[in-house]
């Protein structure tokens, strides 16, 4: 069975009296113990760690990340904004969008990074910005992830410029004098490390292109073990042969390319726990009867086990001292048949037991691997469950606050009553 990870079982107790469940718990420790790991991936000509700030945007880890000396990539006008809010300065900032925001004028001025992930885009920026620099995010016509919803590159992703457009984008840039200073590519979230690896060997082949190229920025998220049988990808191990492609570059070329890196997931999956409590203990009859926990968190707080078939350790902490082991489906609060926590992996249509501590009504349930695109990516408000508190648990074992619980009159406020 799984066990907890960054926290301990009488720190989560206390975490749920104090600020009740569901609640997202963040370890500060393992937020900093990954924050380190990526700085600390290998390199030639220097490094920026670009926290992909799409797999939680909560305030608290926005400073704490910025403090550790990573910059932010924001995949929206708005997540723009929310950077800003937090103290990030706009030069640290990173813009790659499907949508331009409205206001992207003004987000220039103040000194954000754009990168454009159309030709669309790239000619609107050259019609408001001629003679100016910018990136470019191409799609290098391959791609990767943990399923085939996290692929974000090859033919059948909509991210990115298409590798084999190169000369257009040259023919705009040339059109209204724009320097292309940065490559963008992008393959998946959850990517294995030898498509990793090829793809920057494929988006190198485009700086050798494009001569104005200081920086490349090589995206995916890397794969992060949540399970026990899961692997996580070592970066010393996929960033050695990257540093020597970029060494090899400036030997031939004697162009030293910085490089960017953006990771959400690597960061932030292990490092936060989502506390919820047994509400209700149901069993079916018959041959394929199954008992079923019943928690009062569920896809209105995390999504993934419903939208990918992600498996997620669970691990019940009883309140009372108890004996043995049972096989159970977890189930969120939703009424919604999709609501379940123990899906079979890779087929979402399938369900697959748990085997865990036997549990009783009013138990803590503890669900592991919560801090990547959970709270930041729900079925928010969904039956007008409010959205889940946030805490953070520093390395000294103080609990912090970090996001309140909302409320119904918060759910409802910007409803218009015109009858």
């Known amino acids: 069975m799984e066990t907890l990870r960054n926290i301990t079982t009488q720190q989560s107790q206390n975490a749920r009296e104090a600020y009740g469940t569901p609640l997202y718990l963040y370890s500060a420790d393992a937020l900093e113990t990954q924050a380190r790991r990526t700085l600390a991936f290998p ?3 220097g490094l920026t760690v670009r926290y992909a700030m799409k797999a939680s945007p909560n305030a608290a880890i926005l400073k704490r990340f910025t403090s550790l000396g990573l910059h932010i990539d924001a995949s929206s006008g708005w997540e723009v904004r929310r950077a800003l809010k937090a103290g990030v300065p706009a030069g640290n900032i990173s813009l790659s969008t499907q949508q331009m925001p409205e206001d992207f004028g003004e987000l220039h001025a103040a000194g954000i990074r754009f990168n454009a992930c159309s030709l669309a885009q790239l000619k609107r920026f050259g019609q408001l910005f001629p003679g100016q620099l ?16 996290t692929n974000v590159g090859g033919p059948h992703s909509s991210f990115g410029i298409w590798h084999e457009w190169a000369d257009e984008v040259e023919a705009i840039a040339q059109a209204n004098n724009l320097t292309i200073e940065r490559i963008h590519t992008h393959i998946g979230s959850g990517s294995d490390p030898a498509v990793w690896e090829r793809v920057s060997h494929l988006s190198l082949a485009l700086v ?3 001569t104005d190229v200081k920086t490349l920025n090589l995206g995916g998220g890397f794969k992060v073990g949540r399970m026990d049988f899961e692997k996580s990808t070592d970066l010393q191990v996929v960033g050695e042969p990257v540093k020597e492609a970029f060494v090899a570059l400036a030997e031939e070329t004697g162009r030293k390319i910085h490089l960017e890196i953006e990771p959400g997931t690597f960061l ?5 726990s989502l506390l919820t409590t047994v509400q209700d203990i149901v069993a079916t009859g018959g041959l394929d009867g199954r008992q079923f926990l019943k928690l009062d968190g569920g896809m209105t707080e995390i999504l993934r086990p419903s939208l ?6 669970i691990i019940i902490s009883p309140n009372e001292p108890t004996e043995g082991t049972a096989d159970y489906l977890v189930v969120g609060h939703c009424c919604e048949s999709g609501d379940v926590l123990t899906v079979g992996a890779d087929d979402p249509e399938s369900l697959q037991p748990r085997t865990l501590t036997k549990a009783a009504i009013g138990d803590l349930c503890v669900i592991e691997g919560a801090g990547a695109y959970c709270s930041s990516m729900s079925a928010k408000n969904y039956n007008s469950f409010p959205e889940a508190a946030e805490a953070l648990l520093e390395k000294d074992g103080t609990l912090r606050l970090i996001r309140r619980r909302q409320t119904l009159e918060q759910i409802l406020q910007n409803e218009v009553d015109e009858v």
């Open 208 to 210: 050798r292109r494009f």
């Open 134 to 149: 910018c990136g470019v995010r191409f799609n290098p016509g391959l791609g990767s992830g943990g399923t085939g919803k």
């Open 268 to 272: 932030l999956a292990n490092a936060c």
């Open 43 to 45: 390199n030639a000509f």
């Open 308 to 313: 990918y078939a992600a498996q997620h350790p």
